[in-house]
């Protein structure tokens, strides 16, 4: 059996087997079994094998808002597994966190040197704001 197999085994029996459980494998976020299986049923998402006896369904990492919204509209809890850090995260902690990444990205590629007073400034004031609406909002960032 997969590591990733097992590890939704676990989660199944000593969390909360009404909680489903999505897990970042490479560029993709994947269900596995049962919980493939209803996901499949619910969203019309296309049912593929993770090996030669567990099934699994799963979306690109870029569809995960639309795909976590639509299944907490219709009542599921999501837990995600991401095998990049050691911990799971609610669906929106984990946007969250992703939207944090993204923004000390940008905040790192920024040349200070080139900046006047003002660009620096106006720099701030943006970096400020898009923390406030990440932190407390969940929100997107502008857009991004």
Known sequence: MSKLYEKYKTLKQEKSSQILYLFR????????????????????????????????????????????VLLKNMGYTIEIIDNHTTSSFSSTNYLQNEQLEKLMQDIIKVDI????????????HQIQQQFSIIIENGGEIDGK
Request: with cysteine.
């Open 25 to 68: 494998y490479g560029i993709f976020f994947i269900f596995l079994e049962d919980d493939a299986r209803l996901v499949s049923q619910a969203l019309g998402l296309k049912l593929g094998k993770l090996n030669d006896t567990v099934v699994k369904c799963g979306f690109p990492i870029n569809s995960l808002d639309k795909y976590t």
């Open 113 to 124: 040197n080139s900046l006047s007073v003002r660009e620096a400034y106006e720099l701030l």
